[in-house]
Nanobody, 125 residues
């Protein structure tokens, strides 16, 4: 599976921004998909994920209510809608997919097999 993320850019605090991640190579519906981010000088952190079978969504506690993950299996695409952006949301955002992720590992970047190249989001105050 090859993942291609897009949609990053610059925004002002309070703005909204949407990211997309399109998969190619295999049927996308059988994969759990997630978004992670990495700010400069920090470790990669979990943002959101959607489980492959149930479609259940999971969010980092600090982002719940502002970020929304969704997917369109027909388009092999997963989305991340980010609202009320804050300067601390500045990071490179990565999409990821995994075929064998269990619920307890959905937060763990090591559980994901495939990664997009990352897209930079910069939020200014």
């Amino acid at each position: 599976v090859q993942l291609q993320a897009s949609g990053g850019g610059s925004a002002q605090a309070g703005d909204s921004l949407g990211l997309s991640c399109t998969a190619s190579g295999r049927t996308f519906s059988g994969y759990t998909v997630g978004w992670f981010r990495q700010a400069a000088g920090k470790e990669r952190e979990f943002v959101a994920a959607m489980f492959r079978n149930s479609g259940s969504t999971y969010y980092a506690n600090s982002l719940r209510g502002r970020f929304t993950i969704s997917r369109d299996n027909a388009k092999n695409t997963v989305y991340l809608q980010m609202n009320n952006l804050k300067p601390e949301d500045t990071a490179v955002y990565y999409c990821a997919a995994g075929g064998r992720i269990i619920m307890s590992s959905i937060w763990n970047s090591r559980a994901y097999d495939y990664w997009g190249q990352g897209t930079l989001v910069t939020v200014s105050s």
